[in-house]
């Protein structure tokens, strides 16, 4: 159990808030599954679609986690147990930053592992680990109890997408085999679509940086109350008796 008291945006108070967020966290998987229908239509529509269920689904849908969830992920029963497995921040974000390159560079990995990505539900796939990376970053679900910490964590993933999303801007040349002759539904050429593509990409990585700069400032680090100060210097009494 990471030993962070309950936030702010979690008390009964924001009910509607949650219900906000759950409505709009649906709302965006559901136009992003339809954003991926017909992934050659337009390399940047396409990358839209998977930034929408990698970056902008996943906080939503967390932030509308019922009181019963949140509750259960800091006791100390099997519900705890196994969100400490699958919340594991070094997995969460390995996980992330691989899924990030693989999509975005299949050439920096063998072929056969490559088209065995682009064969598996790669909107499934990205929903996942937006979903476990955010969860390092969200109170109710937050692993690594100091805040600097869980800021840089915020940084060293979101690099890997940003990197490429400048290196999709700058490239000269099409990046992807399969958009190479293909005109997309805006009609514009494959690589003018890839460098919005990679404008879109480079976009949706902003706000987890944005958290990441809340963190490592030291605004995000967990509030002590008057119960919980109370506690820690009996604690401290105790230990020095």
């Not at 991926?36 to 940047?44: F, I, N, Q, T, V």
């Not at 997995?91 to 063998?110: E, R």
């Not at 909107?123 to 970053?137: D, R, Y």
């Not at 290196?167 to 000269?172: A, K, N, R, T």
Request: aromatic share 8%; hydrophobic share 55%; with cysteine.
């Amino acid at each position: 159990m990471s030993g962070l008291p309950p936030h702010r945006l979690f008390s009964p108070r924001v009910g509607t808030l949650r219900v906000l967020a759950a409505v709009s966290g649906t709302l965006v998987v559901a136009l992003a599954a339809l954003g991926l229908r017909d992934p050659l239509a337009s390399m940047s529509s396409y990358t839209a679609a998977l930034m929408a269920l990698n970056q902008i689904a996943p906080p939503l849908l967390l932030l509308a986690l019922p009181r019963t969830i949140r509750v259960s992920l800091r006791g100390h029963g099997k519900g705890a147990a196994l969100a400490s497995l699958l919340l594991d921040p070094w997995a969460a974000t390995t996980l992330f930053i691989g899924l990030s390159i693989a999509v975005s560079l299949p050439g920096v990995f063998d072929p056969s592992v490559a088209n065995a990505l682009y064969a598996a539900p790669l909107g499934v796939l990205e929903l996942l680990s937006g979903l476990l990376f955010w969860a390092q970053f969200m109170p109710a679900t937050r692993r690594i109890r100091q805040a600097w910490r869980a800021g840089a964590v915020a940084w060293i993933g979101a690099m890997p997408m940003s990197v490429v999303a400048v290196v999709w801007m700058l490239s000269p040349d099409v990046l992807y085999t399969p958009y190479l002759d293909v005109i997309c539904r805006w009609n514009i050429p494959p690589v003018v679509d890839q460098r919005w593509a990679g404008l879109v990409m480079f976009v949706a990585g902003v706000p987890v940086q944005l958290v990441g700069v809340w963190l490592l400032l030291g605004l995000g680090a967990p509030r002590i109350g008057p119960a919980t100060g109370m506690l820690a210097r009996q604690s401290s009494g105790r230990e020095r008796a």
